[in-house]
């Protein structure tokens, strides 16, 4: 996929001076890209990442985990749905985060996606992730305060502590042969409008609504805010965020499959040669079978 350039605008690897300002929730891509031809790129990166994802099953020697982070109504299950359509499920897990369990708040925050990380050979997608711990829980204290935390643990610098703690881990992830890739979908507030409003006026769109979510609304600053703090400070060259514009589902699917096309091509895939002995096995096992014919 000849996205290289597309991508390097979404691309964040250096947080110090990321600003969610800088980035377009609207943009396409530039006059260049239509959307026809996005269609086909669309195509052809679903058919290129299920190749690379068949050459990761078989050499089992990487793992790939994509975190997929955005306001309500941005489009995680949808980019879930068709970026990822045509994996191999027994290559593939996906995991969305709720509200954590009484047995989940009986240990730190980290563990239940521990839990979840994808074995080598997978690509595991975290449909929601630790991410929460620094984004909801800043916005609403009340969710920190029911963590069950020591509270002389609990300081001014809480959050900070904790994104140094996830970077740390995202590093530590990468140094184990974990490819962690981070997808924030950047969504307007209008178009979060929008979407909501569909919801509530097409019948087949109910059930995707709760009022909770427009209460939320409230806190979108807030939220902003504390979006731009964590990829700023998590944002690294071994687990890269990329901010894309969600405003347009068909774009923001076409940069998230072309960021994990090209996460994998990095990888130099390949299928596992066979050593002496099992060549052996397979000319006997050849010579065998074509003598019954």
């Not at 800043?138 to 920190?144: C, G, K």
């Not at 890739?181 to 019948?203: A, D, G, N, T, Y």
């Not at 400070?233 to 901010?243: D, G, H």
Request: glycine share 6%.
């Amino acid at each position: 996929m000849k996205l290289d350039k597309l991508l390097k605008r979404y691309r964040v690897t250096k947080g110090e001076k990321f600003s969610l300002a800088d980035h377009d929730p609207a943009d396409e891509g530039g006059p260049k890209l239509e959307r026809e031809a996005a269609q086909a790129l669309m195509e052809t990166g679903q058919r290129r990442l299920a190749e690379l994802q068949d050459k990761l099953y078989a050499q089992d020697r990487w793992g790939v985990l994509c975190i997929i982070q955005a306001m309500d109504a941005a489009g995680k299950d949808g980019t879930v749905k068709h970026v990822f359509s045509g994996l191999n499920p027994l290559g593939c897990d996906v995991t969305p985060f709720k509200s954590p369990s009484a047995l989940e708040l009986d240990h730190d925050f980290l563990w239940r996606h521990v839990q979840a990380l994808p074995a080598r050979g997978h690509i595991g997608i975290h449909n929601r992730s630790w991410y929460e711990e620094v984004l909801i829980a800043r916005v609403h204290p009340e969710v920190l305060a029911g963590q069950k935390i020591p509270p002389r643990l609990i300081g001014k610098k809480v959050y900070e502590e904790r994104l140094q703690d996830i970077a740390n881990f995202e590093g530590y992830l990468a140094r184990q042969g974990m490819v962690v890739q981070k997808f924030f979908l950047h969504v307007s507030r209008e178009e979060q409008r929008r979407r909501f409003l569909s919801r509530i006026e097409e019948p087949g769109k109910n059930w995707k609504f709760n009022a909770g979510d427009v209460a939320e609304r409230a806190h979108w600053d807030a939220y902003q805010s504390a979006y731009q703090k964590a990829i700023r400070a998590t944002a690294s060259a071994e687990a890269p965020w990329y901010v894309v514009p969600a405003d347009r589902k068909w774009f923001c699917r076409l940069v998230v499959v072309g960021a994990m096309v090209a996460a994998l091509e990095k990888l130099e895939l390949h299928y596992p040669e066979p050593d002496a002995a099992i060549a052996v096995k397979l000319a006997e096992a050849k010579r065998v079978l074509e003598a019954e014919g």
